[in-house]
């Protein structure tokens, strides 16, 4: 079934540890993002990439990394979690980042809970 | 600073009324605004857009109508379903970037 799928579905994790959240789409969608949900914020932009090869910094950036190694994948990595990276995660992809695709639907991921202690 | 605001977290209607969901934007700049439903533990899903040069755009139930002097746009859902029921965020964009932004949230609730 072609979609976008994200790994794990919920983690519990201690302060100061890494952990990368995996995200993979089939749709061979150049555009890939990164989202964080949190109560009364909607959802907000982490990174993004454009195409392979590519990322960019959205609305909160600070404390997560990402890398874009080809068209399905793009892992968003916490290096240290502090508990204020308690949030939902969604992964989300696009054709197009822009140009004559104006409306650009994104599709998204079932979500990551993740929970820092 | 929030950009898009969505002031009412929680609308609760009857089965075949119409449900209007609202929404503010403060960035004159925006090109685009869509909007996404959510299910349960499920990602969002998009609905409905509109170009900031239309003021309306219908596809079967669903109609959002943007007002650009008053910087608002507007999802009416007629006649309401109880699947209807969902979290529905507003979003805006400029053209050809990536930076999507959404508003809290409305929480849907159409009663049988």
């Known amino acids: 079934i072609a979609g976008i799928t994200q790994a794990p579905t919920s983690q519990i994790l201690a302060a100061g540890r890494r952990m990368t959240l995996r995200c993979t789409q089939d749709m061979r969608h150049n555009a890939m993002y990164w989202y964080r949900q949190d109560l009364g914020l909607g959802l907000r932009l982490i990174h993004y990439s454009n195409t392979a090869g590519t990322t960019g910094k959205g609305e909160v950036p600070d404390g997560y990394s990402v890398s874009r190694a080809n068209t399905d994948d793009f892992p968003l990595t916490l290096a240290s979690a502090v508990p204020s990276q308690t949030s939902v995660y969604f992964c989300?992809?696009?054709?197009?980042?822009?140009?004559?695709?104006?409306?650009?639907?994104?599709?998204f991921g079932p979500g990551t809970r993740l929970t820092v202690l | 600073d929030q950009q898009v605001k969505q002031n009412s977290p929680s609308l609760s209607v009857q089965e075949g009324r119409i449900s209007i969901l609202n929404c503010d934007y403060t960035n004159s700049m925006f090109d685009y605004f869509l909007w996404y439903k959510k299910y349960p533990a499920e990602g969002p899903t998009f609905l409905i857009s509109i170009s900031s040069i239309k003021d309306k755009n219908e596809d079967g139930r669903f109609t959002v109508f943007l007002n650009k002097s008053a910087k608002h746009l507007s999802l009416h859902i007629v006649p309401s379903q109880p699947g209807d029921s969902a979290v529905y965020f507003c979003?805006?964009?400029?053209?050809?970037?990536?930076?999507?932004?959404f508003g809290a949230g409305t929480r849907l609730t159409v009663k049988p």
């Open positions: 979003a805006a964009k400029w053209f050809n970037n990536n930076d999507m932004r």
């Open positions: 989300a992809s696009s054709r197009l980042a822009g140009g004559p695709d104006a409306y650009n639907e994104q599709f």
